[in-house]
């Protein structure tokens, strides 16, 4: 049966004011994405400005050198009018779709936890009892939304993304705005991780998360065993 994916991507191409370009993780948008469209289920690309959005460019190698997901996304029409027309966020009413995913990259610590449109995106999706689901950084568009009560989505709940450590060993833990295991733990989510670069995904309830960009096929299967319950 088809379902309907909103995947929340990030706008942002630069790391601050460091003069670090950044965007969109390649590997974790393209292996959930399809993931979902070759389970025959639908996908449509939002973002917090809409149109185009950047892919990092420290995530795309010359075609055969990436992972074969990657290469095929990089050279698929349908993909690549996709990521150059994003909807704008605001303009979505995500209780419409069947689960909300946020691909990672370092673009999303600037632009998904302070956009409105992202943040009410996540707070339709949890009011209406829809899957969400972020990998790796991806999890920075989570961070803003709060239930009914006040309290985060997360709060109580067993969560996972990029962590401290790994974004220790990338050198950028003093160049993004927060550490992301850090502002999941202090909102209260229950944080669980692995060791650096291994593949892990949690779920618990309708909320999944995964770490790392090793861990985008996970979360997706996650997803996708969600989506046939």
Known sequence: MNKQILMIVTSNSKMGTSGKATGIWAEELALPYYAFIDAGHSVVLASPLGGAVPIDAGSVKAHGSNHATVDRFLVDPKAQAAVASTLKAESVDAAKFDAVFFPGGHGT??????????????EQAFAAKKIIASVCHGA???VSAKRPDGLSIVAGKRV???TDAEEDAVGLAGVVPFQLESR???I?????????WQAFALR????ITGQNPQSSALVAQHVLAALAE
């Open 109 to 122: 610590m600037w632009d998904l936890p302070t956009d409105a449109g992202v943040t009410r995106a996540v």
């Open 184 to 186: 999941l733990r202090s």
């Open 140 to 142: 920075a568009g989570l």
């Open 160 to 162: 996972n993304s990029f």
């Open 204 to 207: 618990d309830g309708w909320l």
């Open 188 to 196: 209260g989510g229950v944080f669980e991780g692995a060791a650096n």
